[in-house]
């Protein structure tokens, strides 16, 4: 069975860059995509960043893109999300899970249903 873990969260001041990591332990030939999801207190989670598996497409927010960015590590079976110039309303958990791109313009680029995979999350805190 897949199973997700995140790691690379903290504290970082705004303008300042993380990359998170999510390391995955099992067989992902039953699914299509890999992506990132972030919820932050008081909101809804909201889909951030999708990888689609066949290609290596990549799918953004609007609300991250040109600032974030996600890649996959074959060897490492390891899915990063590299983000730059963050501001306090990054600050979030944020999740890995398997689902499928979405490329309508307007719409989360990711979506999870009842037989993906999610990770445990990890904190990340925007601060000064």
């Known amino acids: 069975q897949v199973q997700l873990v995140e790691s690379g969260g903290g504290l970082v001041q705004p303008g300042g860059s993380l990359r998170l990591s999510c390391a995955v332990s099992g067989d992902l030939m039953d699914y299509n995509s890999i992506g990132w999801y972030r919820q932050a207190p008081g909101k809804e989670r909201e889909g951030i960043a999708c990888r689609a598996f066949h290609d290596g497409s990549t799918y953004y927010s609007e609300s991250v893109k040109g600032r974030f960015s996600i890649s996959r590590d074959n060897a490492h079976n390891t899915v990063y999300l590299q983000m730059n110039d963050l501001t306090p309303d990054d600050t979030a958990v944020y999740y890995c899970?398997?689902?499928?791109?979405?490329?309508?313009?307007?719409?989360?680029?990711?979506?999870?249903?009842?037989?993906?995979?999610w990770g445990q999350g990890t904190q990340v805190t925007v601060s000064s």
């Open positions: 899970a398997t689902g499928l791109c979405r490329t309508t313009r307007g719409t989360s680029p990711i979506a999870s249903g009842p037989y993906d995979r």
